[in-house]
């Protein structure tokens, strides 16, 4: 069961759990307020028996507890995303030597797909105190600083999703460390040299720096400033296998439903070959009955089968074998407001 991975991440959490200051860099939920994580799940243009904008989402955070539908659209700088990002942009944080930020995409905004790095996406800004790790699938997102917020058109077509959360400045000297697996492109960034004795691997990675590694794959527990427990799973181009199957389920000792990008023929089939399964998701569902195919969705999650496990991981890589050879990685979490969404989200899988 998963309870058995949980006591290798038992640590007092107390000096952790500070309350999220209002002028503090944090995530900020759809009304600009701090929040120590949300999720957004970007609807696909195409879903059965409709066709919307493309920019609609579903939004979560613990004090949600459920997933709302947004009144705002992801191309507006209004809602969470906005709320969060223009502490970048309109903030200009990323003109201060007193705080880190850092935006990577293998597919960046502007510039041409290179497949040697890893599979991943996201955003740091921190500063000395805390800041936000944003971890999304959307491809030529988010844009450089100097263009202000803005969501790219060819992120309208499919599903897809963005998970922030809040940490305190120490975390991220761990997320730096996991980052040095996966290889991620960064396109634009900056550490500070009042930064640089303590992030010399971020720096070193922010110059395109390939650095060399101890082993193939890493994992890190994390804890959100509210002190909330998130595990990151990272593996490197050199650990050949889908992460899905052949780590993380076996890892977390739970059978995974899993949702990723699957386009005709290049899809790994659900796989029941290790003590522990992967069952692919083909169809999704979110309130109250929006209902799509998994090849019309980018996103990248998982759950736990089993509903007394409560898992939930959000990453990078999809479950093809092109994949199983770039580096990438998963967020998961043991938070039964993100499980319940995401296990109820699950519409139609494939048993092996």
């Known amino acids: 069961m998963a309870s058995q991975f949980r006591p290798c991440f038992h640590v007092t959490v107390?000096?952790?759990?500070f309350t999220v200051g209002r002028s503090d860099i944090s995530c900020r939920n759809e009304a600009g307020e701090p929040v120590d994580w949300f999720i957004i799940y970007?609807?696909?243009k195409y879903r059965i028996g409709e066709v919307g904008s493309g920019v609609e989402y579903m939004y979560l955070d613990s004090a949600v507890g459920s997933w709302q539908r947004s009144k705002f659209m992801l191309n507006t700088t209004q809602g969470a995303m906005a709320n969060t990002l223009n502490q970048l942009y309109k903030g200009k944080a990323y003109l201060s030597n007193s705080s880190v930020y850092a935006l990577y995409n293998d597919g960046p905004p502007e510039m041409?797909?290179?497949?040697?790095?890893?599979?991943?996406?996201?955003v740091l800004l921190f500063d000395h105190f805390q800041g936000f790790w944003l971890s999304h699938s959307i491809p030529h997102f988010p844009s450089f600083p100097e263009r202000g917020y803005?969501?790219?058109s060819?992120?309208?077509?499919?599903?897809?999703?963005?998970?922030c959360v809040t940490y305190q400045y120490a975390q991220f000297l761990s997320i730096a460390q996991q980052l040095v697996y996966v290889y991620p492109r960064f396109y634009n960034c900056s550490v500070p040299s009042v930064f640089s004795a303590d992030l010399t691997q971020l720096?070193?990675?922010c110059e395109g720096s390939k650095l060399p590694l101890t082993s193939n794959r890493g994992v890190k527990p994390l804890f959100s400033v509210r002190g909330d427990k998130f595990v990151s799973f990272v593996k490197?181009?050199?650990f050949v296998d889908d992460i899905y199957t052949g780590w993380v389920a076996q890892v977390l000792d739970t059978n995974l439903l899993v949702q990723t990008w699957q386009t005709q023929g290049r899809e790994l089939p659900s796989n029941?070959?290790?003590p522990k399964h992967t069952m692919n998701i083909k169809r999704t569902r979110l309130p109250p009955s929006v209902q799509f195919q998994s090849h019309y969705d980018h996103s990248k999650w998982c759950v736990s089968q089993a509903y007394e496990d409560q898992v939930t991981c959000l990453g990078d890589l999809n479950r093809v074998k092109a994949q199983m050879s770039r580096g990438g990685g998963l967020i998961c979490s043991y938070n039964p407001v993100i499980y319940k969404a995401f296990r109820q989200a699950v519409d139609w899988y494939i048993s092996c």
Not at 14 to 17: F, G, I, P, R
Not at 112 to 121: C, E, F, L, N
Not at 154 to 163: E, F, P, R, V, Y
């Open 203 to 205: 720096l070193k990675l």
């Open 154 to 163: 060819s992120g309208k077509h499919n599903g897809q999703t963005a998970l």
């Open 14 to 17: 107390v000096l952790l759990s």
């Open 272 to 274: 029941c070959s290790l």
């Open 112 to 122: 041409k797909y290179i497949h040697t790095y890893g599979h991943t996406k996201g």
């Open 42 to 44: 970007k609807l696909p």
């Open 236 to 238: 490197s181009e050199l």
């Open 150 to 152: 803005q969501y790219p």
